[in-house]
């Protein structure tokens, strides 16, 4: 039985693809590995979603819905092997790891060892594709060109389908920029600090025009060939997944309104597809930064990408998450339930008869829960039941809706009674023994 | 009246059938997955290709192709009374048709949606969660899935590997899928299988750097100050563990 299987598979059998033995990954390879992947880890997108593609003949293809291959120590999922083509850096950012005074091992790789790792990696289902980055060597336009040439090799020699994100080196010549664009599937450039007098402050090389210049050009590049799809079909995809980027948080002084103000910027300017906020973790030993002991602000990450979530997905504006006299966002609830909080005059919804946009306004109901009511109540008008099946988070949403009419919270209509409520059972306050007695 | 059937997909379509045209049915079930019933009748019913097309086109004709897909995909789940709610989702089915797609409430949807999601989310995390060692000339993947979701990942495999020989070996069910050049089967590993003992060959030199490589990496990407197990746990139970190299 099993011999047949092998002649099944040999008879097919055309030429290899893969030659061997052209770059020899050793134990060498780990030692730069284990250092480009401790220098790139404070990097934090790792989607591999946004492109549907089928293998193109040689290896790999590429699913919508990106798919994670494990999950790291600190909870957050490996989908891309994210390392730095080199973390040898001319740069002083203080925030960063690599900066040029930091006293760390360096280590650079070739772009053949690139390219065949990931091959190797993705052959045994380790990995999803590719996330690389670099600190800047000697200029930008010699770094730009060494990750053009690992994105030549994977897409022309191994000719791989899967998925490619890398950084856009800002300095690099646009030209380069648009080589890559042609072969990767995301592409970003970090703004890393949302002001301009914090990246004055932190990161006095990189000037803000500096980092919007690739963005604009990235933009441009996907709009064309957007526009030649519509006449060509089999015109070349630039960058097909879209281009993100990431603000650290908690550096400097910057307020979440001036984060959140600047990510709407980005999207509404930019068409970004994403903006990734990451916790800033003290590495380095500054005066201007937080101490090394400060925890990282996980929970101010955590509200922050909720803000971003309204505005991606909820038809939200800044504006409506943080009023004019709003610096930073509640810590004790999420966004959306402090604007319902705060706007109790659209309140109770009647989720037989609103709107789709009304609907995701109410805390507790998703993108998801709002689909289904809708597609349900043209043929069955929802009861409360049902909003539970459909998955609507009822401890939120019970104080904000009603179903034919019944309102299912408790007697009282004041956000502070609503506010108190939400925390567990804080205005019932149950009497101890003790109290009972006295 | 009890039906029994041997476990296939075109068995429980023709307990489908029988149950239209011979005798109204209770309850479905795989004849080693029931317990005996005092109040009902049981009888098995004998797998037949031409009576379970006829019910497979008549639901393809009726249902959308999520519909359907949904009950596919509840049939293979691990449940041990899913023939009954594909029962109770079929009927129903065939009553009001594609509007069936649009509710969200009624038990007979809301289990068959359950159990495909659980299914389908199985079969989502194993395109990541899969490891393949190479051995020569084969690519060779394990493990030990709650649901039978072999038929479910293979296309995203063969797709991907398209120029690649690969097995995917079901520990638990003793199955495994063999593709190559984007076409796959589906085998039956019996003991006396010669992939049992290729189960059990050593991998190489090169295989053991690469296997390094990759645990090296694994150890360094996450970062220290953010330690969250619990967090990494929710994503990757332990019970899938045994397969996963970074992890074993």
Same mark, same amino acid.
């Given at each position: 039985?099993?011999?047949?299987?092998?002649?099944?598979?040999?008879?097919?059998?055309?030429?290899?693809?893969?030659?061997?033995?052209?770059?020899?990954?050793?134990?060498?390879?780990?030692?730069?590995?284990?250092?480009?992947?401790?220098?790139?880890?404070?990097?934090?997108?790792?989607?591999?979603?946004?492109?549907?593609?089928?293998?193109?003949?040689?290896?790999?293809?590429?699913?919508?819905?990106?798919?994670?291959?494990?999950?790291?120590?600190?909870?957050?999922?490996?989908?891309?092997?994210?390392?730095?083509?080199?973390?040898?850096?001319?740069?002083?950012?203080?925030?960063?790891?690599?900066?040029?005074?930091?006293?760390?091992?360096?280590?650079?790789?070739?772009?053949?060892?690139?390219?065949?790792?990931?091959?190797?990696?993705?052959?045994?289902?380790?990995?999803?594709?590719?996330?690389?980055?670099?600190?800047?060597?000697?200029?930008?336009?010699?770094?730009?060109?060494?990750?053009?040439?690992?994105?030549?090799?994977?897409?022309?020699?191994?000719?791989?389908?899967?998925?490619?994100?890398?950084?856009?080196?800002?300095?690099?010549?646009?030209?380069?920029?648009?080589?890559?664009?042609?072969?990767?599937?995301?592409?970003?450039?970090?703004?890393?600090?949302?002001?301009?007098?914090?990246?004055?402050?932190?990161?006095?090389?990189?000037?803000?025009?500096?980092?919007?210049?690739?963005?604009?050009?990235?933009?441009?590049?996907?709009?064309?060939?957007?526009?030649?799809?519509?006449?060509?079909?089999?015109?070349?995809?630039?960058?097909?997944?879209?281009?993100?980027?990431?603000?650290?948080?908690?550096?400097?002084?910057?307020?979440?309104?001036?984060?959140?103000?600047?990510?709407?910027?980005?999207?509404?300017?930019?068409?970004?597809?994403?903006?990734?906020?990451?916790?800033?973790?003290?590495?380095?030993?500054?005066?201007?930064?937080?101490?090394?002991?400060?925890?990282?602000?996980?929970?101010?990450?955590?509200?922050?990408?909720?803000?971003?979530?309204?505005?991606?997905?909820?038809?939200?504006?800044?504006?409506?998450?943080?009023?004019?006299?709003?610096?930073?966002?509640?810590?004790?609830?999420?966004?959306?339930?402090?604007?319902?909080?705060?706007?109790?005059?659209?309140?109770?919804?009647?989720?037989?008869?609103?709107?789709?946009?009304?609907?995701?306004?109410?805390?507790?109901?998703?993108?998801?829960?709002?689909?289904?009511?809708?597609?349900?109540?043209?043929?069955?008008?929802?009861?409360?039941?049902?909003?539970?099946?459909?998955?609507?988070?009822?401890?939120?949403?019970?104080?904000?809706?009603?179903?034919?009419?019944?309102?299912?919270?408790?007697?009282?209509?004041?956000?502070?009674?609503?506010?108190?409520?939400?925390?567990?059972?804080?205005?019932?306050?149950?009497?101890?023994?003790?109290?009972?007695?006295? | 009246?009890?039906?029994?059937?041997?476990?296939?997909?075109?068995?429980?379509?023709?307990?489908?059938?029988?149950?239209?045209?011979?005798?109204?049915?209770?309850?479905?079930?795989?004849?080693?997955?029931?317990?005996?019933?005092?109040?009902?009748?049981?009888?098995?019913?004998?797998?037949?290709?031409?009576?379970?097309?006829?019910?497979?086109?008549?639901?393809?004709?009726?249902?959308?192709?999520?519909?359907?897909?949904?009950?596919?995909?509840? %049939? /293979?789940?691990?449940?041990?009374?899913? !023939?009954?709610? +594909? @029962?109770?989702? &079929?009927?129903?089915? $065939?009553?009001?048709?594609?509007?069936?797609?649009?509710?969200?409430?009624?038990?007979?949807?809301?289990?068959?949606?359950?159990?495909?999601?659980?299914?389908?989310?199985?079969?989502?995390?194993?395109?990541?969660?899969?490891?393949?060692?190479?051995?020569?000339? %084969? /690519?060779?993947?394990?493990?030990?899935? !709650?649901?039978? +979701? @072999?038929?479910? &990942?293979?296309?995203? $495999?063969?797709?991907?590997?398209?120029?690649?020989?690969?097995?995917?070996?079901?520990?638990?069910?003793?199955?495994?899928?063999?593709?190559?050049?984007?076409?796959?089967?589906?085998?039956?590993?019996?003991?006396?299988?010669?992939?049992?003992?290729?189960?059990?060959?050593?991998?190489?030199?090169?295989?053991?750097?690469?296997?390094? @490589?990759?645990?090296?990496?694994?150890?360094?990407?996450?970062?220290?100050?953010?330690?969250?197990?619990?967090?990494?746990?929710?994503?990757?139970?332990?019970?899938?563990?045994?397969?996963?190299?970074?992890?074993?």
């Amino acid at each position: 039985m099993f011999a047949n299987i092998r002649s099944f598979c040999y008879n097919k059998s055309k030429g290899k693809l893969f030659k061997e033995g052209v770059v020899m990954l050793t134990n060498e390879t780990l030692e730069k590995l284990t250092i480009l992947a401790d220098a790139a880890k404070y990097d934090v997108s790792c989607a591999s979603s946004g492109v549907d593609r089928k293998n193109t003949g040689g290896i790999g293809n590429s699913a919508a819905m990106g798919i994670c291959h494990t999950w790291a120590s600190d909870g957050r999922c490996v989908s891309l092997l994210k390392v730095l083509m080199t973390n040898d850096c001319v740069y002083d950012c203080a925030y960063c790891i690599n900066r040029q005074s930091n006293d760390v091992k360096r280590a650079s790789f070739t772009p053949e060892e690139v390219a065949k790792l990931t091959i190797e990696f993705y052959r045994r289902n380790y990995i999803e594709g590719l996330f690389l980055s670099s600190a800047v060597e000697h200029n930008p336009n010699s770094t730009m060109e060494k990750i053009v040439k690992v994105l030549q090799l994977m897409r022309h020699t191994y000719h791989f389908s899967g998925y490619i994100h890398i950084k856009a080196i800002p300095g690099a010549d646009p030209l380069l920029i648009k080589e890559a664009g042609y072969l990767a599937d995301r592409m970003s450039v970090n703004m890393e600090l949302a002001t301009e007098e914090g990246l004055k402050l932190l990161a006095p090389q990189k000037p803000l025009e500096k980092l919007l210049l690739p963005m604009k050009d990235i933009q441009t590049g996907i709009k064309h060939s957007k526009e030649d799809k519509r006449y060509f079909s089999h015109a070349p995809a630039f960058v097909p997944a879209g281009q993100s980027t990431q603000m650290i948080v908690g550096a400097t002084r910057e307020t979440d309104r001036a984060i959140l103000f600047r990510s709407e910027n980005l999207y509404q300017q930019f068409d970004l597809k994403r903006v990734y906020y990451s916790a800033y973790m003290p590495v380095n030993k500054d005066v201007m930064l937080p101490s090394v002991q400060t925890d990282p602000p996980l929970l101010r990450e955590h509200r922050l990408y909720q803000a971003d979530w309204l505005l991606r997905f909820y038809k939200f504006s800044a504006n409506e998450i943080l009023t004019d006299t709003d610096l930073n966002l509640d810590m004790d609830f999420d966004p959306k339930m402090v604007w319902a909080l705060r706007n109790m005059d659209c309140f109770p919804m009647e989720v037989n008869r609103v709107s789709y946009k009304e609907l995701l306004r109410i805390p507790g109901v998703g993108l998801q829960s709002a689909r289904r009511i809708v597609s349900q109540r043209n043929m069955k008008s929802i009861d409360y039941d049902a909003l539970k099946k459909m998955g609507v988070v009822l401890k939120r949403a019970r104080f904000f809706l009603t179903c034919n009419g019944k309102y299912y919270g408790d007697s009282t209509f004041t956000p502070d009674y609503i506010r108190g409520r939400l925390f567990d059972g804080s205005p019932y306050h149950q009497m101890t023994l003790g109290e009972v007695a006295g | 009246m009890i039906y029994l059937y041997d476990g296939s997909f075109y068995g429980l379509l023709t307990c489908i059938h029988e149950h239209y045209y011979v005798e109204n049915v209770s309850e479905i079930y795989r004849t080693n997955y029931f317990m005996g019933s005092l109040i009902d009748e049981s009888k098995f019913i004998e797998t037949d290709e031409e009576k379970a097309e006829k019910v497979e086109n008549a639901i393809r004709d009726k249902f959308t192709s999520v519909g359907y897909m949904d009950m596919y995909r509840a %049939f /293979l789940s691990d449940e041990i009374n899913k !023939d009954c709610y +594909i @029962l109770d989702y &079929i009927i129903h089915g $065939f009553k009001i048709g594609a509007a069936m797609d649009r509710l969200y409430s009624e038990s007979y949807v809301v289990k068959i949606r359950e159990l495909s999601k659980r299914v389908g989310f199985e079969a989502h995390r194993f395109n990541g969660l899969l490891r393949f060692v190479e051995k020569k000339p %084969f /690519l060779y993947g394990t493990f030990e899935p !709650d649901n039978d +979701i @072999l038929p479910l &990942i293979a296309d995203h $495999f063969a797709d991907r590997y398209l120029n690649e020989r690969i097995i995917i070996h079901d520990l638990k069910r003793k199955k495994a899928v063999i593709a190559y050049q984007g076409k796959w089967l589906v085998h039956q590993i019996d003991s006396s299988h010669e992939l049992n003992q290729f189960h059990e060959e050593e991998v190489t030199e090169t295989e053991e750097l690469l296997q390094e @490589l990759w645990k090296g990496y694994f150890e360094h990407i996450g970062i220290e100050g953010r330690k969250n197990l619990k967090l990494q746990q929710s994503f990757v139970p332990l019970k899938y563990r045994k397969h996963i190299l970074e992890f074993s």
